[in-house]
């Protein structure tokens, strides 16, 4: 059964910006390619941080205010200090939110939700960058057809774990909602069953009404002899 990752969702031609770049050349930059930031990398093509709107937008909002006042905290000096920036290494924001490469959608999407970032560069074992993936990339899982979907749990659900019990069991699949009905030898193997099926890429819910002939729910160990082992 595939796992989907970001290498399959992530944009692989990616806009990116040097350090020594200077602020009207990433505004430049982001409004000629329509996007809202940017990676930056180094030399050796390995991400050092990302520059976003946000970042180029302090300039509009503390640019008037001078130099930082003595008891501001640390997040407003920082800001302060990107107002008067003149490169893109004074501008910003390290270290990157990073996605190595493999990275499973769930795990991207938990890291970006964790760290409240809207995009991740996708970097290989070096830390250059390969990629980048948005929260808009990971909901293209959720594009796929209900054919595929059904493809894919029929070969990694249905035929490999259920193997004999697989002709008494029927799929179907409608706007990416799965429904398992039919029959089971234990009622692990139809729970079992059921979690497979909810981490198909694309599967929005799953419906299960699966009937079993033992619950070995209960079952505490297995006797060999007089002992239970």
Avoid at 140 to 168: N, Q
Avoid at 194 to 222: H, K, M, N, W
Wanted: glycine content about 10%.
């Amino acid at each position: 059964m595939k796992t989907w990752t970001v290498d399959d969702v992530m944009t692989p031609a990616v806009v990116s910006v040097g350090e020594g770049a200077s602020y009207r050349d990433v505004v430049d930059l982001l409004i000629g390619n329509r996007i809202s930031a940017v990676p930056v990398v180094d030399a050796m093509g390995r991400v050092t941080g990302v520059v976003s709107e946000a970042d180029l937008l302090r300039k509009i909002e503390y640019g008037g205010e001078g130099e930082t006042r003595l008891f501001e905290g640390h997040r407003q000096r920082g800001e302060h200090r990107k107002a008067s920036a003149r490169t893109v290494a004074e501008l910003m924001t390290a270290p990157p939110v990073l996605a190595p490469a493999g990275t499973s959608i769930a795990a991207a999407a938990r890291l970006m939700d964790r760290e409240g970032v809207k995009r991740l560069p996708v970097v290989d074992d070096q830390g250059r960058l390969t990629g980048i993936v948005t929260r808009g990339d990971l909901l293209k899982v959720h594009l796929r057809t209900d054919v595929e979907i059904l493809s894919d749990i029929e070969a990694g659900v249905v035929r490999p774990f259920l193997a004999a019990e697989a002709t008494a069991v029927t799929v179907a699949v409608v706007g990416g909602a799965v429904t398992l009905a039919g029959r089971v030898d234990q009622r692990s193997t139809a729970e079992i069953a059921e979690r497979l099926c909810r981490r198909i890429p694309g599967v929005v819910a799953v419906s299960a009404t699966l009937d079993y002939g033992f619950d070995d729910s209960d079952v505490q160990g297995l006797r060999l002899g007089s002992q239970v082992v």
